[in-house]
DNA sequence: GCAGATGTGGCCGGAAAATGACCGCGATTA
DNA sequence: TAATCGCGGTCATTTTCCGGCCACATCTGC
C-alpha cells in the first residue's frame, strides 16, 4: 500500500471503531513504519480529526467521540463481517419481540441491499450457507439500547425500573462483556456509580432533564465494571506450554489477557471467580501449565493434583 | 492545498451532498487542474466509490450511493442490532489482522454511511456511547468463511490443510455453536461426513471442480454437529474420599449414579461427554479421587494432572 | 525515584508520486 | 454537423513520501 490517501483512510477507518491503538499496531496493519505512521496521524490533526494520544507504557491513539466522517466504503471483509455479526447476535438471545435478537434476525434477512452490488452474491452465498445455533445469552431489548444510547448522547437522566426499584440516573456509557450487555450509570439516588445490566432494565424512561458531566471513575467504563465484577474474583497468572491462539481457545469463555512468551509458551492472566473454573478450558488444551500466583490457588492447586492422582 | 490526500477527502465531501458537479467545476473547487481531477476521480474509484460520470453537453460527476441504494430498508431496531451485533463480534476473538472480528470492528465504524440519514445520529449516539470488552475466542478469517461460503453455493470440491493434513471436501454448511464456527463437508478421502473447526482450517483452495448434492447425515448441519459433540459421551468411574451427599452435590450438574461404599467413600458412575467437564466439581468437592475406568480416561487424568505440576 | 515503554518530531538522502500542459479520441447533445 | 465535455496517454519538472536515526518528553510499574 504505497498508496498515501489509501493509507489515511484505511487509518481512519480503524480509528472509527472506537478503540484505542498502539501505534506499533497501527502501523502493522497499515504495513508502514512508525515514522510515517506518526506523519500519517499529523496529517489527520491538520484536517482536523480529533486524535487523541497518550505516552508512556499503554500509551495509544484513539479518535475522540462523535466526530464526522468521510464516507467510507464496507469492504469485502467487513460486509462479511457484517452478515456474520448480525447472524451470531441473532442466534443469541431468546428471540422475544422486541428483542435485538429478533431485530437482528430481520435485518440478517436483509442486510444485502445495503451493501455494494459487487458484494451481494458474496453475501447471498454466506447467508445460504450458515446454520446458527441458539447461544443462550440474556435478552435485551433494542428500543432499550437505542433509548440509553440516546441518552448518553444528550446527557439526559433517564428513570428506569431495575429489579423492582424505580432508578433516576445519569447515564455515561453501555459496556459489553462477556457476551452482557452494561450500563454504567451515576445513580442520583444513591450518590454513586453504578453498574446495571441492561437485560434487567425495564420501563427506561428519558426525562429530557440534562445533566453535568462528572469524570468517569476509572480510565475507561469496562475497567470500572471489571472492578465491579472483579470484586470477588482473582486474578490467576499461569505459562502455558502452547501457542497463544490454542490458549485464547481454551480459555475463551473466561476473562483473560495473554502473552506470548515464545512461540510454544503463553503467560495467561486469568480473571476468575474460583480457579476450579480453569480446569477443563485447560485439560482440553492438553498443555503444560504452571501456575504462578496468587499462592492461595498455587497452594490449592497442588493440593488438587495430588488428590486426584 | 498541495495535499493529495485532503483533495481527495474533500473531493468525497462534496461528492457525498449527491448533487452532480462538472468537471471544471470540482477543478475550480478543489483549486487544480482538471487533468488532475480526473485522476483523483480515477483514484477513487479504484478504492471502490461509485462515481457515476456523463459526457457530453451537461456532463458530470456525482455519487451513485443513495439513488441505486434504497436506505430505508431497515428500520430503527434493526439499525441497532446491526450495530451491536457488530461490536459483539468485532469484542470476541483475538483481533489479528485479517480476522472477522477485526474486520467487524472496522464495520462497525463505517455502518452509518449505509443507513438512512434519519437514522445515523442514533446510531453514532450508539456508537460513542458504547465500549466493548475483548472476548478471547478462535479468530476465525473472513476471507476463509467467505470463500467456504462461495464454495458451498457454487457447490464446489475445497481442499484445505486442517491438522497438518491436506483435505479435499464437498461443504455443505458453516454452522455457529458456542462461539465457535464449524464447517459441515463430506471428505471425499474418508469417505464420510465431517464437522471442521473453521479456525483451523489453513490455505483454503475452491478446487472449482462441481460435485453433486448428497442428503445431509441429519435433520440440519446443527443436529449432525450436535451428535458429533455428543458421541463421545462415555461411562467414568471413579472413588471419591467423601460422602455420597457432598457426591451429589458436587455432581449435580451431571447424570451420575452413586453408591456409598462407606460412610466417607463413593462410588460415582457418571456420564459426560468428556471427562474435563468433571473436574470442576471435584475440585471444589476438595477430596481425594480415583479414576477406575474406562483406561482412557484414566490415562488422559494421569497425564493431565503430570502436565499441570 | 528509576527503568523501560511509548509517543514526538527534527533531519537526511534516495525513491516515488503528483502535477500541469498538451494532445487526440469518443460520447453526447442541440 | 458542431460544440461540449469526459478520458487517458506522454513527458519534464517539482514535490512529496519514506524509513532510518536520534534526542527528548511523558507516563507506568516496580
Redesign the pocket.
Given at each position: 500500500m504505497?498508496?498515501?490517501?489509501q493509507?489515511v483512510l484505511a487509518l481512519l477507518a480503524t480509528l472509527q471503531t472506537g478503540r484505542a491503538f498502539?501505534?506499533?499496531e497501527l502501523a502493522g496493519r497499515l504495513g508502514?513504519?512508525?515514522?510515517?505512521l506518526?506523519?500519517d496521524?499529523?496529517k489527520l490533526r491538520g484536517y482536523g480529526y480529533p486524535v487523541q494520544?497518550?505516552?508512556?507504557?499503554?500509551?495509544?491513539?484513539r479518535l475522540s467521540r462523535g466526530t464526522v466522517m468521510p464516507p467510507l466504503l464496507l469492504d469485502d471483509e467487513e460486509a462479511v463481517a457484517a452478515m456474520l455479526g448480525l447472524a451470531t447476535l441473532a442466534a443469541s438471545g431468546s428471540a422475544g419481540s422486541g428483542s435485538v435478537d429478533d431485530a437482528a434476525a430481520r435485518a440478517y434477512g436483509k442486510l444485502d441491499q445495503f451493501l455494494p452490488r459487487r458484494l451481494r452474491h458474496r453475501v447471498s452465498a454466506l447467508r445460504s450457507g450458515l446454520e446458527a445455533g441458539r447461544t443462550p445469552a440474556p435478552s435485551t431489548s433494542a428500543a432499550t439500547m437505542s433509548l440509553l444510547a440516546e441518552a448518553i448522547a444528550h446527557r439526559h437522566q433517564i428513570t428506569f425500573r431495575y429489579a423492582g426499584e424505580l432508578r433516576r440516573v445519569e447515564p455515561y456509557r453501555q459496556l459489553h462483556l462477556r457476551l452482557r450487555w452494561y450500563l454504567l450509570a451515576f445513580d442520583t439516588g444513591r450518590d454513586d456509580w453504578r453498574v446495571f445490566r441492561i437485560d434487567r432494565i425495564t420501563d427506561p424512561v428519558d426525562t429530557g432533564h440534562p445533566y453535568a458531566e462528572r469524570p468517569l471513575p476509572a480510565r475507561t467504563g469496562l475497567d470500572y465494571l471489571r472492578q465491579g465484577l472483579g470484586k470477588d474474583s482473582q486474578r490467576v497468572v499461569l505459562t502455558v506450554h502452547a501457542p497463544l491462539t490454542a490458549v485464547a481457545d481454551a480459555l475463551r469463555h473466561h476473562e483473560a489477557d495473554l502473552t506470548a512468551l515464545s512461540a510454544d509458551r503463553t503467560r495467561a492472566v486469568v480473571t476468575v471467580d474460583a480457579w476450579q473454573w480453569l480446569l477443563p478450558g485447560l485439560a482440553f488444551l492438553d498443555a503444560d501449565v504452571v501456575v504462578h500466583s496468587p499462592a492461595s490457588v498455587r497452594a490449592a492447586w497442588l493440593r488438587f493434583t495430588a488428590r486426584i492422582t
Open positions: 504505497a498508496d498515501v490517501t493509507r498502539s501505534g506499533d508502514t513504519s512508525p515514522r510515517t506518526r506523519r496521524i499529523e494520544t497518550q505516552p508512556g507504557p499503554g500509551g495509544y491513539y
